[in-house]
């Protein structure tokens, strides 16, 4: 055992030093810069379109004692909703030619212009392109009413008493929790054992399979390639928790002592969450390093990507069952199937407080680890080195 | 002749077990027989050749007996363990395909290969250190891989052969892409080993290097042992050869031919008569042939290699020579 685990540390060093200490690794490291630059631009751009969207202009052509009203009744209305989506109003002094005035205004692009109400608070008519738009409809009614009769009082006391949890909170945010780290796990995971299928193509085309195969069982070389790149993956996640969490200290007020508690509490949540990674990482890793192992070409792996990736997402859907209801059938089915099991136990660390079930899913993964890694080394060894007896089920059959 | 390997029981000291048996090896890869009842016994301290033209199942052969495949039937031992891997630690190993990988330093590459076999990394460091400077490629301790030439990339890798000092080394066509100059350098290093007491198996199609280091020979014809046993036992299994030139063409001397005796050239060419040489002598200046020259040469591995394996393999081997 010994002799296995010391194999499967050379191989390890080796590459997690490959990894690592290689240019390309600054690269891997920063690669979530690329979604979040990418989103802050198109965040901006639909930011804004849904502001302008949100913000329908209303040109108000009236006299400027109606429009004050007016204006006051807006204010009040946004005030209470606290909602910046209430309608916009702008001023615009009749002319002779109200049609043409009118025709004007819904012509022009800047400001552009929903709707424009004239006939001042006695006549009102609107006039635009609102047969879609029955908020803004909604809302002007409501202005118009305000105005025409204010509301002198000021609003009515109401006493409020805060606490920290209800009940309904706690539910809401650890279903939520659940849901971010479970998804979180899932492209994590999808992101980084992808690259453990090209793991052995190094190796197959410099020839040096051949003196590694000579000198360690090859499940050893399996598992010191796994957590290689896990121990990767693992700097990667630190990195990027290390940077969250500055980013909440800074940016959020009281830090990420303000965050909600998962049922087992954050301690045992990260650990949790470290250790199901882990697990997750070494399940789809070791699977993908069986089914990446029989490819000889990164041609091959490519082609082999996208199933692989489609079947996570299957995976990710039937783990996705244990949110909101994790003692359902279908959430036990889902921690009981090995590759769902990591991602199903998690979301459960953060909906239920119990620890124990999570010592029987670490070792029930572990299990599935060990089976897949003894499977793919032995399936590696008869197909790729064209190892041991080989028999075919049909001849099996005739022979019996 | 094939020499019948011998399976000892455990309590025998290591040094007195053969290096390597293997008895009934066969391997089949879909339907196809590429070792075929292979039986092999190699000695300690010596160095064995697995003879035979490309395809024959030498690479096959060496790949079963370290533990890279299991036979598909047959057994065997290296250095006392049934299971090859067991011995990994004792055991030194070179490709028939070189592998590198290519961003490693040739120091580091020859440490890595090391530590596969056991050897602690940073020993594993000094140790290539040493063996880089002593074969001239000290300042190319720190270079990656890539950078060598074809020749120094496969010295790095038979210095990580044997960085971890092994009891066993097979070499897979060691002599394969390597240069007059370099081989001979190969040929030295193998001698030392075997001087130091290391075992060293390997295959070749080239007869020459066979024939100049091995004192025991494999060979290999069509997945099986068409002979196994000492160099000098298969050259005597043909008779020397006698090269004539005379200067009288017939006469009462050519009596003392034998009957498949024939001309090639100017010169008569046949087996040396049982009865040595002194009668044949005696008959052609007793018949005045007037002998120019007489030579009686010695047969060669590649002589009896075409008469133990075969002129159909002697011919393959001779297009891979070629």
Known sequence: MMRFLRSAFVIARRDFGATVLSKTFIFFLLSPLFPLLLGGVFGGIGARVATEAAHPLVAVVSDSGDFARLSEARDQLASALADPSVVTLVHFSPEANLAAQQKRLLASGNPPIRAVLSGGLAHPQLTGDVSGDPATIGQLRLLIANAREPTEVAPTPLPVRNIQVSSGSVVKDQRAIALYCEMLLFFLTVLLSGMVLSQLIEEKSNKIIEVIAAAMPIDAMFVGKLFAMLAASVLFILVWICVGALAIQFVKEGGVQTLPSPAVGWTAFIVLGIVYFGMNYLLLGAAFLTIGAQASTARQVQIMSMPITFSQLIIFGFASTAIGSPNSPGAIAAAIFPLSSPMVMLARGAQEPQLWPHIIAVVWQALWVALIVRGGAQLFRKTVLKSGPRTRWWKRKSVA | ?322
């Not at chain 2, 290539?128 to 020749?151: C, F, M, Q, V, Y």
């Not at chain 2, 290093?189 to 290097?209: D, K």
């Not at chain 2, 030139?245 to 498949?260: C, L, V, Y």
Request: glycine residues 10%; hydrophobic residues 45%.
């Open chain 2, 1 to 322: 002749m094939i020499r019948q390997p011998r399976i000892k029981s455990g309590d025998e000291r290591i040094e007195d077990r053969l290096a390597v048996e293997a008895v009934d090896l066969v391997k089949d890869f879909d339907g196809t027989r590429a070792v075929d009842g292979v039986s092999l016994a190699v000695p300690p301290g010596s160095i064995y050749g697995l003879l035979g033209p490309n395809g024959a199942g030498k690479t096959t052969i060496l790949r079963m007996l370290i533990g890279i495949i299991d036979p598909s039937s047959g057994t065997r031992q290296v250095l006392g363990h049934e299971r090859p891997l067991e011995a990994a630690q004792e055991v030194g190993y070179l490709p028939e395909e070189r592998g590198l990988y290519p961003a490693m330093h040739a120091r580091e590459a020859i440490a890595f290969m090391g530590a596969l076999r056991g050897l602690p990394i940073a020993e594993g460091r000094r140790r290539a250190d040493a063996l880089l400077a002593e074969h001239n490629l000290g300042e190319w301790a720190k270079k990656p891989i890539r950078t060598l030439s074809k020749g120094m990339a496969q010295t790095v890798q038979l210095l990580g052969t044997i960085i971890h000092k092994p009891r066993l080394i097979v070499l897979d066509e060691p002599f394969a892409g390597l240069d007059a100059i370099n081989q001979g350098r190969l040929e030295e290093l193998i001698r030392r080993e075997t001087r130091a007491g290391v075992t060293v198996l390997f295959s070749t199609h080239v007869i020459a290097h066979a024939e100049r280091l091995c004192e025991s020979v494999a060979i290999i014809a069509k997945g099986k042992v068409a002979f196994d046993g000492r160099v000098d036992d298969a050259r005597a299994k043909l008779s020397s050869i006698v090269r004539l030139r005379t200067r009288a063409s017939d006469g009462p001397w050519r009596s003392a031919f034998p009957a498949n005796a024939r001309r090639e050239g100017h010169e008569w060419v046949f087996e040396l008569p049982a009865a040595g040489p002194e009668p044949l002598l005696k008959a052609l200046i007793d018949g005045g042939a007037g002998i120019e020259t007489l030579a009686i040469e010695r047969p060669g591995l590649h002589d009896a290699f075409v008469a133990i394996a075969g002129s159909a393999a002697a011919e393959a081997m001779g297009q891979e020579k070629a």
